[in-house]
């Protein structure tokens, strides 16, 4: 478990991995207390989905995780847009694959196309699927998506709805909030702007310089001259109690990067509470 006790902060799967498992032992190895699987396969055979998956290998998965007390979540694959009515089987699908990982939370985009309340009504029996399955649904802000987007999803979601509330969250994904046209390089003002109404339940953790959704791995971009920005994040997230996964969103060269970001968080936390 990580040293500050409520944050736990792991990396995620990645197509350029010369093996699908190599991020997961290599956070295994690492000390990791976190993990998101993303099935990601490309036309090329890079990544990975459940076809590279056996019952034997996801009880060993599901063993390790137990063993290293490490908390696992799932990315839904791209094509997975509630919206649409070919990727409905898509999602049901990635949804039984986190169960059958050991997952706690399976990870979408929102989709602000059509409107919050299009986006609700489709995501709604996804978010009882998910809830069936004893997973909690965390919905990611994407460079397109703005505060007020969940101000509202969150309005139109909780609004009778008893399954929602304790089941669906927000993942809040600080390279994409740096890149939203509403906030761009002050990732700090979109998450000032979501309403208290809004749960955060999932983190995604990278960066960029406000140009292109680039997943410098922590620390290696704006915030590896000033991490002041990383602080407040830090600071915003004890003030609500956050007690989640930070997944660094990155598979860098070398990995020890990773290690870096970790600890380099795991210092700002600690010096918060002194």
């Known amino acids: 478990m990580s ?13 350029s991995a010369a093996n699908f498992l190599k991020p997961y032992e290599y956070a295994l190895a690492n000390g990791f207390d976190a993990f998101e699987w993303f099935p990601d396969k490309k036309p090329n055979g890079a990544g990975w989905d459940e076809s590279d998956l056996n019952a034997a290998l996801c009880a060993d998965i599901r063993g390790s995780a137990r063993v290293a007390h490490m908390r696992l979540s799932l990315h839904v694959r791209w094509t997975a847009n509630p919206l649409r009515s070919e990727a409905r089987t898509t999602l049901i699908r990635d949804i039984e694959l986190a169960e059958s ?6 990870n979408v985009h929102l989709y602000p196309e ?3 309340e299009a986006y609700a009504k489709a995501l709604r029996p996804f978010i009882r699927h998910a809830a069936s399955r004893r997973l909690q649904l965390a919905i990611e802000n994407t460079p397109e998506t703005t505060p007020q987007h969940f101000n509202e999803l969150f309005r139109v979601l909780e609004d009778g709805d008893s399954v ?6 927000m ?9 939203c046209a509403a906030t761009r390089n002050d990732y700090l003002r979109f998450l000032d702007q979501l309403e208290p109404h809004v749960p955060i339940i999932h983190l995604h953790v990278h960066e960029n310089r406000g140009d292109a959704d680039s997943h410098l791995p922590l620390f290696t971009g704006p915030a590896g001259q000033d991490s002041r920005g990383v602080a407040g994040f830090l600071a915003r997230l004890q003030a609500k109690s956050y007690a989640g996964s930070l997944i660094l969103e990155q ?3 070398p990995p020890s ?10 210092e700002l936390l600690q010096a918060q509470t002194v």
């Open 3 to 15: 040293e500050n006790g409520a944050i736990r902060i792991g990396n995620q799967t990645a197509s």
């Open 101 to 106: 990982l050991g997952a706690v939370l399976v």
């Open 164 to 169: 929602a509330r304790p089941t669906v969250g």
């Open 251 to 253: 598979w860098p060269e």
């Open 257 to 266: 990067l990773l290690n870096q970001a970790r600890d380099r968080l795991l």
């Open 171 to 179: 993942c809040f994904d600080l390279g994409h909030a740096n890149l």
């Open 114 to 116: 059509r409107g919050m």
